[in-house]
């Protein structure tokens, strides 16, 4: 007998995807005397609300939940756990497209372990133009792609949380899942009191952790996949990794253990770099990449180059400027090697802007209220 579950999507202002969402929501396979679809909305503008009250129409099992003054994404998300029933909680959003058996296989996983709390897919991208730079970008990039996240994971069980490290909380050890994809048994939503937090991001890793925290396992499976649709525009993109890097000093502050950690990501292969730790009151991490790399020798040349010209001893100085050009430009052939290889080949000099400005973006972001927080985050090098 199958049990009963529940599908709860934050939606604002998503006319431009949502469409696509309950296409594919229709189309996954389950009773449907057996399930709820929740939108949670957050006071949508657009014609959104519109678009779910016609499908209410013929569907009686989708339900809207009306968030005028809504915060967030977690926020919505915490008004929609007060009403629903599922055994089960599936969470996407409205910008997602789950595959046929989305559900029933996540439910199959659930069934091997009784100390599974959640289980999560892959995440893909879905074009909706597929003429539109920032979309193509996002899918050559792996934008949200779990595997990618975790260097190349496979299907299997998510490590514990050993030490409750900063990489392990919100760096590039911190395992979690993306409410674009993941379900949680109903014990784990009681547990966590039926509650995400209200900031604008970082909801998720804060969710999973008091899950993990409780013991609970978690388990990717990467064929129960959601397709994404990504932001269409560039300032949108720039403000959600800003939003991912502000999310951090936060999580640090609430469940980090007392180090700074410095991770040498130019050295290993992601993710098994060299991590320095070290006791510290200030929690935090420090990443030193390619990107770091390239902008930090970069401003040392410059400075040489200039210094040069006004000093007696401009031997060294011109030797320095150029040891700092040659360190700059190796780390920025192999920052900018990957935007070399997406098609269309002569948009190159498009998409290495948006690498460059998206991490950029996530650095400012993770900057953004480390000080108010106690703690200190240098984002990493895409």
């Known amino acids: 007998m199958e049990p009963f579950i529940s599908i709860i999507v934050p939606v604002r202002n ?12 229709m189309n996954v396979a389950y009773p449907r005397d057996k399930m709820e679809i929740v939108f949670a909305d957050g006071g ?18 989708i339900k809207l939940v009306e968030i005028p003054k809504c915060p967030s994404p977690g926020f919505a998300r915490t008004k929609a756990l007060e009403i629903v029933k599922g055994d089960f909680v599936f969470f996407t959003d409205g910008d997602c497209a789950p595959c046929k058996d989305w559900i029933y ?42 595997s990618w996240r975790y260097g190349n994971l496979q299907e299997g069980y998510y490590p514990d949380l050993s030490e409750m490290a900063p990489t392990q909380v ?3 050890r911190a395992y979690f899942f993306v409410t674009a994809n993941v379900a949680y048994r109903k014990e784990v939503i009681d547990a966590n009191g039926r509650k995400f937090w209200d900031l604008p991001t970082g909801e ?37 990794w800003k939003s991912y890097g502000a999310a951090h000093p936060v999580l640090l502050k609430a469940h980090a253990s007392s180090y700074m950690e410095i991770i040498f990501q130019f ?15 200030v929690k935090g ?20 180059f200039i210094l040069q010209w006004g000093f007696p001893c401009a031997f060294w100085f011109k030797l320095l400027t150029w040891l700092c050009l040659a360190i700059t430009m190796v780390a920025k052939f192999k920052y900018f090697r990957m935007v070399f290889n997406i098609e269309p080949y002569d948009k190159w000099f498009e998409f290495a802007k948006l690498k460059y400005f998206t991490n950029l973006y996530f650095m400012m972001g993770g900057l953004k209220g480390s000080f108010k927080n106690g703690t200190f985050c240098i984002e990493p090098s895409f």
Request: net charge positive; with cysteine; proline share 4%.
């Open 14 to 25: 998503m006319e431009r995807t949502i469409g696509t969402t309950f296409n594919y929501l």
């Open 44 to 61: 949508s503008t657009d014609s959104t609300i519109q678009i779910i009250k016609n499908y209410q129409k013929d569907h009686p099992y």
């Open 105 to 146: 296989k996540m439910l199959e996983v659930f069934k091997t372990d009784s100390k599974i709390g959640a289980v999560g897919g892959e995440i893909l991208t879905l074009k909706v133009d597929p003429n539109n730079l920032v979309e193509i970008f996002c899918q050559a990039f792996g934008f949200n792609r779990v």
């Open 170 to 172: 919100c760096g590039h």
């Open 204 to 240: 998720d890793i804060d969710f999973g952790i008091r899950a993990r925290k409780q013991g609970w396992k978690f388990y990717f499976l990467p064929s129960a996949s959601v397709e994404h649709m990504h932001r269409a525009d560039t300032k949108a993109l720039l403000k959600v």
């Open 267 to 281: 050295i290993g292969k992601y993710p098994n770099h060299p991590i320095l730790r070290i006791p510290c009151f």
């Open 285 to 304: 991490f420090i990443y030193i990449g390619n990107f770091h790399i390239m902008n930090i020798f970069g401003s040392l040349f410059l400075l040489f």
